[in-house]
């Protein structure tokens, strides 16, 4: 199999820092920082037609996760139980790849204007799709062990 | 910056051969075919607590895409509008990583068994990601340019 070497179209752009200074997840921070999406130049043409959407679908290389643990069965600081990693979404996958759902406000110059981001700054973008309600929205989704909010550390919670 | 490497944590086995068989998403064929994702042994301890979940979200190497056209901007088969890519979810992306939110029926041996793939039979996995309706279902999000159906080419409508 050839290798599967992905490029970065852009990056983004958050009020955080670092790993530790992200919230648990994009919709928890009330109101919602507004987060740029920086589409690089020779990709631009490619966000034709996207204005139209409400809604849209985010990957993103989540460069910074190498320094934690590559176990793929940790406890999360929230719980008390050993998971799976493709039990969770914290960022030390095999394939550290992240996804957002994320509301577009507006594009200009090759910038997404959008909120519920939740990862660090300069974060590269790998991805944009347009969220299609009728396939990617499941509102009855069973969220197995993530359905009982654990509270260990809840400061540190990371959904 | 480092290069950004994938590596396949199993594969896909559906029923379509060539992506010309493929359906236009996986909510179209009636009833949806059963499909298996193949977690490779040594990525087998990260499904783990996995089992609860009633939905998930499959990325994958959209590896046979590569044979197709590489422009940011095309005309779907469907319209008489050219696209951005990013406003559409055709599989020829600079990054060619394909998402798929399915439902899952059971897990056996390492072997997910789930319904709502669309994709061609041997398809490499990236990742597996727990569904959660209070970040990733937008039920009323707004379609732009594929919120009315085209019919140029309906038999090769793909979404």
Redesign the interface.
Known sequence: ?????????GHLETPWATTSDCPR???QPDPPPVCRAVVAPE?R???????????L?L?Y?L?RSRGGTQE??FTPPFDD?????????APH???P?G???V?LLGIEDGVLNVI?LDCVNGT?L??????????????????????TPRTRHATKEK?
């Open positions: 199999m050839n290798e599967l070497i992905c490029r970065p179209i997840n994009g919709r990709f043409p490619g966000l034709a037609s996207l204005d139209g959407f409400s809604h679908i990957l290389w460069d793929l069965v139980t050993p998971r799976g990693i493709f039990a969770t979404r996958r095999p394939n790849i996804l957002s759902v509301k519920y590269p790998l991805d944009i799709k347009p969220y299609l309600a009728r396939t990617d929205s499941e509102p009855d989704a069973i969220m197995g062990w993530l359905a959904r």
